[in-house]
């Protein structure tokens, strides 16, 4: 089955610093990445996904981009605001599949 | 209002006695899964649901069972918990499949003693 791993689990920036999350996947055949954030307390939301037809996808402060060949994916935050402080999960699957594999997640804290 | 409703949110309970972790959308979702989030571990899926009475085993299924017997509804039974199974649970709901945007329930923290 696919593994998926996360560097780092834990992440420390200044407001206004970027944030870079990594992302590890094992089955070539995979081809959806979502990339969900979880705010203290609360339930996972995505905030961006990319499917493995495209290489980099934005939207505003936040990117992902994808490496098929090296099968590795990343998220990028740009100018880091406090209310980005949160876990942040990505995860790997096929897009008509059934199961979807989490990493073990990045705790992001964004010192005002 | 488009949600996933869980209940009950929080739980504590001993050993060996059987309890259910209801699920609920109102999106007409064809696609159920539960996860179990613990630390470090992320999230990791229980079981899943393509469509009524299809169920399937996720990556830890050991000491879990599910039924899907109407679309909107998807319950998470532990018929004899243990205390290795406490974490906190999350049902979700996507359109048709894992490669849709999941819809994640507030979360069910069990504590089994």
């Known amino acids: 089955g696919e593994n998926v791993e996360q560097h780092p689990s834990t992440l420390s920036v200044q407001e206004g610093d970027s944030a870079v999350i990594k992302c590890t996947y094992s089955?070539?055949?995979?081809?959806?990445f979502p990339w969900y954030k979880q705010e203290l307390g609360k339930r996972p939301q995505l905030i961006i996904d990319?499917?493995?037809?495209?290489g980099e996808k934005k939207d505003q402060r936040i990117a992902v981009t994808l490496n098929k060949t090296a099968k590795h994916f990343s998220l990028h935050i740009t100018e880091t605001q406090p209310e980005d402080s949160a876990v942040y999960f990505c995860?790997?699957?096929?897009?008509?599949?059934?199961?979807?594999?989490f990493g073990g997640g990045t705790r992001l804290m964004v010192k005002p | 209002e488009a949600q996933v409703t869980q209940n009950p949110r929080y739980l504590i309970t001993v050993t060996g006695k059987k309890l259910t972790v209801t699920c609920s959308q109102n999106?007409?979702?064809?696609?159920m899964s539960w996860y179990r989030q613990d630390p470090g571990l992320g999230l990791r899926q229980i079981y899943y649901?393509?469509?009524?009475?299809?169920?399937d085993k996720g990556d830890v299924p050991e000491g879990y069972k599910v039924s899907r017997k109407e679309k909107r509804n998807f319950p998470l039974i532990l018929e004899s918990p243990s205390p290795n199974q406490t974490s906190l649970y999350f049902c979700?709901?996507?359109?048709?499949?894992?490669?849709?945007?999941?819809?994640f329930g507030p979360g069910t923290r069990l504590t089994v003693t």
């Open positions: 990319i499917r493995s037809n495209v």
């Open positions: 999106m007409n979702h064809e696609y």
């Open positions: 649901s393509m469509n009524v009475e299809v169920t």
């Open positions: 089955d070539s055949a995979s081809n959806y």
């Open positions: 995860a790997a699957t096929l897009i008509f599949g059934n199961m979807l594999t």
């Open positions: 979700a709901s996507s359109l048709s499949s894992s490669g849709y945007e999941q819809y």
